[in-house]
């Protein structure tokens, strides 16, 4: 399948925790939409740079970086994950009509 989406629940971080619980999103390519709560999602192995995502915020994963780890800011969040199998749509797209022309 081109496409996979995954949703993640992400607890809050506890007094006792020195981390927030991280997901690792590799290969970085694909749609993270926030469902509920503030993440943050810091991109590595390319631009190297961390940005926040509020509820309702959507931010495209173009496969610049290698991976992507976010975590939670404040009390939890959800966000779902549509990964792109960049594969499998280059197998499609060389085998479309469309790619004679």
Do not use: M, W
């Amino acid at each position: 399948s081109a496409l996979k989406s995954l949703v993640f629940t992400l607890p809050p971080r506890l007094a006792r925790q020195q981390q927030p619980v991280t997901v690792k999103l590799q290969p970085a390519l694909g749609v993270i939409h926030v469902l509920e709560g503030t993440v943050r999602c810091a991109l590595r192995g390319g631009s190297n740079e961390e940005i926040e995502l509020r509820v309702g915020d959507s931010f495209v994963l173009r496969g610049d970086s290698e991976e992507a780890l976010v975590a939670a800011k404040g009390p939890g969040a959800r966000f779902r994950f549509v990964q792109v199998n960049a594969k499998v749509v280059k197998l499609a797209a060389q085998s479309s009509p469309l790619a004679d022309r």
